[in-house]
Each structure stands twice: as C-alpha cells, then as structure tokens.
C-alpha cells in the first residue's frame, strides 16, 4: 500500500504532509548554509531556495511509488 492512497481515502491530506515534508528537507540543507554566509537575510533567499527543490522531490517521489500510478492493462 502506499502513502498516497490509503485504505481510508485521505488522499489530499497525506499528500500535502508529504509535499511539506519534502519542502522542509529541501529547506534545510540551503537555509543553514545560507544562514551560515549571510545571516537571516540567507536563511530566507535559503528558504526560497528550497521550494522548488522540495516541489521537484515530491515530483520524483510521486514518478517513482509504483501505486501512485497503477498500470493499466
């Protein structure tokens, strides 16, 4: 079973805790460095940053979980 269709049909709810959790590891690794080189201002041109990246790993995670896209024969 995956995440993103369980037994009790809560689709959109899992789905956006997903999508936040890959923002936050995308967030992580560029506000610290960011925070580390500039401050506060890095810390949030960091958090930016990562919201394309956390959009492309939900993308590849959701490409990549077979039952996300059941085959059709």
């Known amino acids: 079973m995956s995440i ?10 899992r789905g956006l805790l997903l999508f936040i959790g890959w923002v936050i590891v995308g967030w992580l ?3 610290v460095i960011g925070a580390l080189l500039a401050g506060a201002g890095g810390a949030t ?3 930016v940053a990562s919201i394309p990246v956390g959009v492309v790993l939900y993308g590849a995670y959701l490409r990549l ?3 996300a896209y059941p085959r059709r024969s």
Not at 4 to 13: A, M
């Open 4 to 13: 993103l269709r369980p037994k009790d049909g809560d689709y959109i709810g």
């Open 29 to 31: 690794p560029f506000a």
């Open 45 to 47: 041109i960091g958090f």
């Open 65 to 67: 979980d077979p039952a």
